[in-house]
């Protein structure tokens, strides 16, 4: 590996010990003004621990116990936490994480009542069937992560086809996101920004459709832009740079093979600076608080980029790439 442009290195201990104390904070303020990202919060810290090679060290039964506490008994949808309204992305989540787990099953044997069948409706009766777009939650919001988020759950489950949801329409509403910059937004005529375009890539990808890209150079042409001189990455033109990027610009890339339009080695460097080197963590951007959102996207946008000691990470499904094929080879 060449020569990165600082001496520091991945902090794997730290991250570990970082993440296995999040919950156990309690008596913090910020844990409760956190709590409608707890779900999310499961999957970001457990995919982060095998990425780094250390997938037991979060409670396996815990985890899923408390995943299931958190299942919606009338939709079969997830909210945040117990008691919370079900959504998409709480949904998803959940998903990705009985998937990382090895525990899709537990969803037909103590789910709510009706299984994985009960999930892939709640999912399917958010699709907007004229359009082909996705609401969150039933309040009507739409945006293609929420599009996005049903085909990455759908195809993990094995429901992704026209029995369950008008994919055809889903797809046909990714490309009309797509914007003259090559990049696309989150409605039709939206701006463009580097975390949409992975919602609309991704999906492509899964559904097979990565031929509705109409020119795929202006799209990596758009995304290798958003490197700045400090070696990170940013959301959109004229913004900051933020470890987050390193997984929605990346990815992205890497869907569409142009990873090699980027400098490899300065992004490396800029994630490694943003460590809490001594307590674990990765932040937006260095010297600020860590968090366990920038964490997994810090460590994501390593694998990606081949750092050594750390699982390969699917592009398209923000999980370990040995995880995604177990399971949809079998499908």
């Not at 949808?77 to 959940?94: E, I, N, R, W």
Request: proline share 3%; charged share 25%; hydrophobic share 40%.
């Amino acid at each position: 590996m060449a020569d990165l442009s600082t001496d520091l290195r991945l902090a794997t201990a730290a991250h570990v010990s970082y993440i296995q104390s999040l919950d156990t904070r309690r008596d913090e303020y910020d844990y409760w003004l956190t709590e409608h990202l707890r779900l999310n919060g499961v999957y970001w810290g457990s995919t982060a621990l095998h990425l780094l090679g250390h997938p037991d060290a979060l409670g396996r039964e815990d985890t899923i116990e408390f995943l299931l506490s958190c299942q919606d008994e009338a939709s079969g949808g997830f909210g945040a936490a117990p008691g919370h309204d079900p959504h998409m992305l709480y949904t998803v989540s959940a998903v990705q994480t009985f998937a990382l787990l090895d525990a899709l099953d537990v969803l037909d044997s103590r789910g709510a009542g009706g299984g994985r069948r009960k999930v892939v409706d709640f999912i399917a009766s958010l699709q907007n069937r004229e359009t082909g777009s996705f609401t969150g939650d039933e309040w009507g919001e739409e945006d293609t992560r929420f599009l996005y988020g049903a085909f990455n759950a759908l195809s993990l489950l094995g429901r992704l086809d026209e029995s369950t949801i008008d994919v055809t329409a889903a797809v046909n509403h990714v490309a009309a996101c797509a914007n003259f910059d090559g990049g696309y937004g989150l409605t039709p005529g939206a701006e463009s920004h580097s975390g949409q375009i992975f919602t609309c890539v991704g999906a492509l990808t899964i559904a097979g459709r990565q031929d509705l890209i109409e020119d795929v150079d202006k799209l990596g042409r758009w995304l290798s832009e958003r490197q700045v001189a400090c070696g990170g990455l940013n959301g959109r033109p004229e913004k900051k740079e933020d470890v987050c990027y390193s997984w929605w610009v990346l990815s992205s890339l890497a869907m569409i093979n142009r990873t090699h339009w980027i400098d490899r080695d300065k992004l490396i460097g800029f994630i490694l600076q943003c460590q809490d080197m001594e307590n674990g963590g990765i932040s937006d951007r260095p010297g600020d608080m860590v968090d366990v959102f920038h964490t997994l996207f810090g460590l994501t946008g390593l694998s990606l980029l081949g750092y050594p000691g750390l699982e390969e990470v699917d592009p398209v499904y923000c999980l370990p790439k040995k995880v995604t094929t177990r399971i949809l080879d079998k499908k």
